[in-house]
């Protein structure tokens, strides 16, 4: 059955791409699938794909552990009074047109991101300028976090000669290993690798990157031999793949989680107890075990143990329907003859939106579903694409939405957490909704400023403190990162942050 719908699912993709897939193997390309498509060139919206394939890259990357290290400049230092950045560029590095890659360019690139109000959004990044062969970025106020937003994809560095006249993003002149080839603008990138490259240079001479939504498409692909490195699998999925011939699978948890963003204007979620009441619905442990195959994965608090941010004094969230019902009622929802809460004339019923390129939100949507049911809360469940989420996040028309949220985005988790659940005017479209805590505001703003580590970790502590308590989104699960690996390369490793090249370090195994 399984095999059928993999199959059924396959039909449309392969008149599209079967010709370019099966072009690809003939010249010993390295094709990676994933299932995020480009939004435009751009690398402030579409930086990750470019990033992640060994194309751009950033001044910082991640060192796999939760912090940072050099990548485009080699060293940074900040001033005494702690508001003034000075990075030095790596030497002898080229961007892909051959002109070298100087503070100017770097400076140019990164106000591109700061004009457009997107990563640096609610931060004190105030402005950037160059001297000779060092980066300085300037800000109102201390912010310690900066390196590690300089390692978010957004902050990509092209070339001078990547903008049109408009100042917009009309080419992809990166400084990376692989140097992009052609495109067809959202699904398929074509690379080649980059002989000046400045550092260890790529062992694959070509690389294809594949945008296909469709996990069991992917799934598929890996077992067939059409994919080298199958992103995002199902855990179904990856287990299904560990007993397939030519195939491996490595799994890691990573900083994502999937939560409920909860519509806290709304009379079904605007006061602790009604939250509190779905946290205890869940049964967190059941939807790790029998769907996610991993009980590690059951999210007792937002942050999950592989973050710096997890904090281990919190007390876990936990299971308890008899406690969901008596909080209900404690907050007025009163059972009707058909065994639904109600108040006011109201049913306790909602809708909840997701979407299907995240593997498994569907699925646990609808475990969700029964476990609220069983406690008198009705709810319909929504699949469609996951650009609706911060669509009806901004219009106020969402009730709740599953999602997989990146804690990851850059290393330090602050970076998610100020535009999730900061001041609402720096806030993005993926955080809460109809919820702010002052006292939470003045926590961040002071973690944002220390550069003591040892008061930093007690904000972290206060900060998780607080969302445990209230409850603004209500964590399900933790991700585990499931990738299917063809046995003919070798050299492939995981980044729990998401952030280094896929085919960093990979060469064919033959």
Known sequence: MLQKTIITALCFFFVLTAGQILASQANDTLVVVSPWKAKGLDPTISGYIFTRMGCVETLTTSDGKGGIEPKLATSWSVSPEKTTWTFVLRDKVLFHDGTPLTGEAVANALNKVLIKKKLFKGTPVKSITSTGRQVIITTSSPFAALPAYLSHYSTGIVAPASYGKDGNVNEIIGTGFYRLVSTNGKSVFDFEAFDNYWGEKATISKSRYLAISNGETRALMAESGEADISLTLSATAAEHLNNVTGVS??????????????????????????????????????????????????????????????????????????????????????????????????????????????????????????????????????????????????????????????????????????????????????????????????????????????????????????????????????????VAVSKDITGVTLDAFELRPYPEGVRWAK
């Open 249 to 482: 699978v490595i799994s890691t948890p990573i900083p994502r989680v999937r939560l409920l963003i909860l519509n806290a204007n709304l009379d079904f979620f605007n006061t602790i107890e009604e939250r509190l009441a779905l946290s205890f619905a869940i049964d967190r442990k059941g939807i790790a075990n029998a769907i996610l195959k991993n009980p590690e994965t059951a999210a007792i608090q937002l942050m999950p143990t592989v973050s710096l941010w997890h904090n281990a004094d919190l007390s876990p969230l936990a299971y308890n329907p008899e406690k969901a019902m008596h909080l209900l009622e404690k907050a007025g929802w009163k059972k009707n003859a058909d065994g639904i809460y109600t108040k006011d004339g109201k049913l306790f019923a909602f809708e909840l939106i997701t979407y299907s390129s995240r593997p498994m939100l569907p699925v646990v949507a609808e475990a969700l579903q029964s476990q609220f049911a069983a406690v008198g809360i009705r709810m319909k469940i929504t699949v469609g694409k996951s650009s609706q989420i911060p669509m009806r996040h901004k219009d106020g028309t969402m009730e709740t939405a599953l999602v997989g949220r990146n804690f990851g985005l850059v290393p330090d988790s602050i970076g998610t957490i100020n535009a999730d659940f900061g001041p609402v005017a720096s806030r993005g479209s993926w955080g809460a909704l109809g919820w702010e805590s002052s006292k939470l505001n003045t926590l961040i703003d002071d973690y944002l400023n220390t550069f003591d580590e040892n008061k930093a970790s007690q904000l972290r502590n206060d900060i998780t403190a607080i969302l445990q308590q209230e409850l603004p989104v209500i964590p399900v699960s933790w991700y585990d990162h499931h």
